[in-house]
Structure formats: structure tokens, C-alpha cells
């Protein structure tokens, strides 16, 4: 079957045209849109089965999400046969059933093409507000059916009606999940690695970017020392004689132009005070610079 539901009544030559999103259907909307109230109304009710499903949790303060993956818990057993018992085709079977795969409940339908040709088989998950153990990761959860009595019933279709199989649509507390790698968000990367938990605990070691370590080298440079501040010499006339002497140098050189820019404009200012001691105006006028 295709993942995203075609409605039968769909008239256009090309399922893709489907102007709408049918990968999953809302548990409290089922009976409201045609979509999905047609097939489940004519029983066409199935399971989906899967080894586990992803869902991110956005990170506070960032724009980055954790994936996590979702799953049954599982009962730990022994492999038979010892090392290298996988390798029969026997033993493989053995190993693959250890694993309890996620029952998921869902509808589908079949869609001809109005051209002719064969048919499509699609499906859809149905969705329900999230367990209180998956609410900090995310909203909403796949509609989970735990226990033989719950997929049997919601696929016997002939004896349990629509309604009395919509009981057993609800969230499970029956869940368990770890951390993964980022790795996986890339839908082209089908590793171990996409499964494999990681530990959100430990520290990643950040490689700073050049900037950064202009940065931390110009933090670890140290301070000039700090001298006692020295008091300003006196001419005659009593105004205050201040030269290089009394400008704590810096560490650093100045950039280019600056030092002679910084030069100028200090004798300005030093003949800028002795003309205004000698006109003696009433009151200070702002110059421009």
C-alpha cells in the first residue's frame, strides 16, 4: 500500500495532484472530512506495522530539535544458537521475532484510475493527543492498538462497528524511547546509527571558528599594568600643560592613520584653549569639528 490516503472518489489521472495531505488522520476530525469518513464507513480498517516511529522535540531557546525514537517496550531474550546464529535463515527468523513491532491503527481505500489501470491501495495512520509521558516531546502520537484484542477487533470490521472499534483509538502509556542522532533527520541515511541512543548528558567538544579564536587569544592577552595617576603640570599662566607623557600607552598598535589623526587632534585642542584664554570670552562657544 502507498503511505497517504487516495480517496476513491479522487478524478484526476494522477494520485500526486492530490491537493491535500492524507498521511495522517486526526481521531477527533475522522468523522467530519469525506476523506476518511467513506472508507471507515465501508470497514476498510487496517494495522500498521513498523519497528518504531521518530518525533522531534524542539530545544528551548534554539531552533534545533532532538529526535527521538518511539517503540513497544521490549522483553529482552537471548539469541539461540550463539555467535553467528543470524547467519541460517532459520536463526534469522528466530532473531527478528524477539522484536515487538508498533501496532498502529488506520484506514485505507482503493482508488481506480478514471482512465483505467490498476488499482491503488493507500492508507492513512490515525492520530491521537500524546501520552503524558510523550508530551514534552511532542503533541500528538500515532493512534497505538495494545494487545491482540485490539487489533483484532479493530480489523474485524464485519461483527464491531465503526464506533465500537473507535473505542480502542487512544493514547498508551505502553511506550518507551530513547534519544538518536541527528543523522537521522536526513531521510537519505538508512544506518544503525539512525537507532542507536544517544546520551544528551554529555559534553560536545565545539571547535571555536576563526572569529572565536581571535577572541579568546585577545582574552588571554594581559592587561597593561596600571600606573599611579600622574597630576598634570602647571605653566605659568596656570593652565594645564598635558602632553604624551600622561597617555597610558596601549598594548596594541594602532591601526593605520590613527596615531598621527589622534596627534592632530591633541594640538588642536591645545591651541583651540589658548585662544580662548586670550580673547577671554563671557561664555564658551561649541566648536565644530
Known amino acids: 500500500m502507498r503511505w497517504g490516503l487516495v480517496p476513491s472518489w479522487f478524478k484526476e489521472d494522477d494520485p500526486s495532484k492530490l491537493q491535500f495531505n492524507t498521511t495522517n488522520c486526526r481521531s477527533d476530525t475522522i468523522m467530519e472530512k469525506q476523506s476518511f469518513k467513506v472508507p471507515l464507513g465501508k470497514g476498510r480498517r487496517c494495522v500498521v506495522l513498523a519497528d518504531g516511529f521518530y518525533e522531534w522535540q524542539r530545544c528551548e531557546g534554539t531552533n534545533q530539535k532532538q529526535p527521538y525514537f518511539i517503540y513497544f517496550p521490549q522483553i529482552k531474550t537471548e539469541k539461540s544458537g550463539g ?122 567538544e565545539l571547535k571555536p571558528s576563526g572569529s572565536s579564536q581571535k577572541m579568546l587569544q585577545w582574552l588571554a592577552t594581559e592587561s597593561p599594568k596600571k600606573e599611579a595617576p600622574k597630576t598634570p603640570e602647571r605653566d605659568e599662566s596656570g593652565a594645564l600643560q598635558w602632553s604624551s607623557q600622561f597617555l597610558q600607552k596601549s598594548p596594541f598598535r594602532p591601526r593605520r592613520g590613527e596615531a598621527g589623526l589622534l596627534r592632530r587632534w591633541l594640538l588642536r585642542e591645545d591651541d583651540e584653549e589658548e585662544e580662548e584664554e586670550e580673547e577671554e570670552p563671557a561664555a564658551k562657544r561649541p566648536h565644530s569639528q
Open 83 to 204: 555467535v553467528g546464529a543470524a547467519d541460517s535463515p532459520e536463526n534469522q527468523e528466530k532473531v527478528w521475532d524477539n522484536w515487538r513491532l508498533l501496532t498502529m491503527a488506520g484506514i485505507f481505500d482503493c482508488w481506480e484510475p478514471p482512465a483505467g489501470g490498476d488499482v491503488l491501495y493507500s492508507y492513512t495512520i490515525i492520530t491521537v493527543d500524546a501520552c503524558e509521558r510523550l508530551r514534552d516531546i511532542h503533541h500528538r502520537m500515532p493512534a497505538i492498538l495494545d494487545g491482540e484484542e485490539a487489533v483484532s477487533k479493530w480489523l474485524d470490521f464485519g461483527d464491531v462497528s465503526a464506533q465500537e472499534a473507535m473505542k480502542f483509538i487512544r493514547p498508551t502509556e505502553n511506550i518507551a524511547f530513547h534519544p538518536v542522532s541527528p543523522v537521522v533527520n536526513n531521510s537519505r541515511n538508512n544506518t544503525p546509527e539512525c537507532l542507536a541512543p544517544v546520551d544528551l548528558a554529555a559534553k560536545k
